[in-house]
């Protein structure tokens, strides 16, 4: 049996420099776990912001339906002088949606009009929903599931004519609504337009 001898020293320079390695490693770890929780919060924020603008925007245009159907122009079944500027803007638009006196949501002017294909229909129009991420999806959900007569989708320029139901069979198609919100799909840029029809 043979016996070894080792200097004192020897187990202690070891173990400080294994303790060094571990703090290194312990210090990545931690950078990694900061980066990660950061990545999530930053996730779940964005989410939770677009969930909560959509549907801010969506309880806007369905107060302003209500209102549209509860003035004389809904009574009577007949929109023809609907307009932004008709003598009933006060009692059609809310106080939250006037700015300057103008119908605004978040992305911009509402145009309101009786729907050209009958006067009995009102159509409120709004431009500029960004189309790729969980807004756009979110906000055409909700407008979709609103019992709506129609929610028309197409491109954001304010000559543009045209559009793409999102319902099918009066009731939302999803593949629509993951079509108008994937990405540039429309020629003036990365937004949608809607119109939503109603009586």
């Known amino acids: 049996m043979t016996t070894l001898t080792l200097s004192p020293m020897f187990p202690r320079v070891r173990m400080k420099r294994r303790s060094r390695a571990f703090g290194l490693l312990e210090v990545i770890l931690v950078f990694a776990i900061v980066i990660g929780a950061a990545a999530v919060t930053f996730t779940v924020f964005s989410s939770a912001s677009a969930s909560s603008g959509a549907a801010k925007t969506a309880d806007q245009l ?10 004389p122009f809904g009574l009577a079944h007949d929109y023809t002088g609907l307009s932004n500027d008709s003598a009933l803007k006060g ?8 700015v300057d ?36 999806t979110k906000l055409l ?5 609103s019992g709506y007569d129609d929610v028309i ?20 198609d999803m593949s629509k609504v993951t079509f108008w919100c994937s990405g540039d799909n429309t020629p003036s ?7 939503i029809i109603g009586h």
């Open 62 to 71: 369905n107060l302003l339906a209500a209102n549209l159907r509860a003035s």
């Open 91 to 98: 009692a059609i638009f809310p106080a939250n949606l006037l």
């Open 101 to 136: 006196g103008k119908p605004n949501t978040d992305y911009g002017l509402i145009q309101t009009a009786p729907w050209y294909k009958s006067k009995a229909q009102f159509d409120i129009n709004i431009n500029n929903i960004p189309q790729a991420g969980a807004e756009c």
């Open 141 to 145: 959900m909700a407008l979709g599931n």
């Open 153 to 172: 989708v197409g491109d954001s320029d304010p000559g543009f004519m045209g559009g793409d139901s999102i319902l099918t069979g009066g009731k939302l």
């Open 189 to 195: 840029g990365p937004s949608v337009g809607v119109d």
